[in-house]
């Protein structure tokens, strides 16, 4: 008996369109999102977890456990891929018995044994879309019990809010980066990408050295002092203007580093959810 992929989503196109918006297919997710997949085997004591993305042809991988490949890897051919059929509905798609489900008997993975029980939990995002799948994966019988799906299927919903919050942090750092060079162009119509960088630095509170700088200098946005230069008032209206005031700057790279402590309360805030 051989494989028969799953057939594509109705609303295929646009789900499409949500993954192509996260633009991290192909990135290094791995420190990010590992938790997940390790509190996941933690839990149900399935073999290998992994989390991962589909797009027109290809299931990738964001991060697993005991699975081959990795962060940002294609995993293989989508038309290949049991978890094809986990995209196709909101619920999961449990088959403790690989072998005698006809999705899966033909699978390369179960006939090999490695797959003898499957699992998998759709990735939901904010807007409704299957971006890929969530799969746990045994080489012996194994069901997972009420609780445990449960908490996984709470674990998969943090993973989904965690990519909704990246992709809308990128769009927002985009826009306002786009604003920044919009109000940096006015106040200096002919400088150059380096002035800009420069700028930056310098609204970053960053040591630049002063012959760099000229430009800047020239154009009244800073001045040398002592061993540093610093903005004048100009520099600092147009700093205000451009939003890169010091605190926001660090804020956005906190935000976006915002994994460090998730492992810490992860486990106590399963139940908020």
Do not use: W
């Amino acid at each position: 008996m051989n494989f028969i992929a799953a057939p594509m989503p109705a609303n295929e196109v646009r789900r499409q369109e949500a993954v192509e918006r996260l633009k991290i297919k192909g990135t290094d997710q791995h420190d990010v999102m590992v938790v997940y997949s390790e509190m996941a085997q933690e839990l149900t004591g399935f073999a290998a977890v992994a989390a991962t993305l589909f797009d027109a042809d290809s299931q990738y991988s964001l991060a697993s456990c005991n699975f081959p490949g990795n962060s940002g890897d294609k995993l293989m051919d989508r038309a290949e891929s049991i978890c094809s059929y986990t995209i196709l509905s909101n619920e999961p798609t449990l088959i403790p018995d690989t072998v005698s489900d006809q999705r899966t008997a033909g699978h390369p993975a179960v006939t090999s044994g490695m797959c003898k029980s499957y699992a998998g939990f759709p990735i939901i995002n904010k807007d409704n879309y299957a971006l890929g799948s969530f799969c746990l994966v045994h080489p012996e019988k194994k069901a997972l019990t009420e609780q445990q799906i449960i908490l996984i299927q709470k674990l998969v919903a943090r993973l989904a809010h965690q990519l909704d919050t990246q992709s809308e942090q990128r769009e927002i750092t985009s826009t306002k980066m786009q604003n920044a060079i919009n109000e940096f162009s006015e106040v200096a119509p002919n400088a150059s990408l380096d002035d800009f960088k420069y700028f930056m630095s310098l609204c970053s509170d960053k040591k630049v050295s002063e012959p760099l700088l000229k430009n800047l200098i020239d154009l009244g946005l800073c001045v040398p002092e002592d061993d540093k230069t610093s903005l004048t008032q100009e520099g600092r209206k147009l700093q205000q203007k451009m939003g890169l005031q010091t605190q926001i700057l660090q804020k956005m790279k906190i935000e976006g580093d915002a994994a460090n402590n998730m492992f810490n309360d992860m486990l106590s805030q399963l139940g908020e959810i």
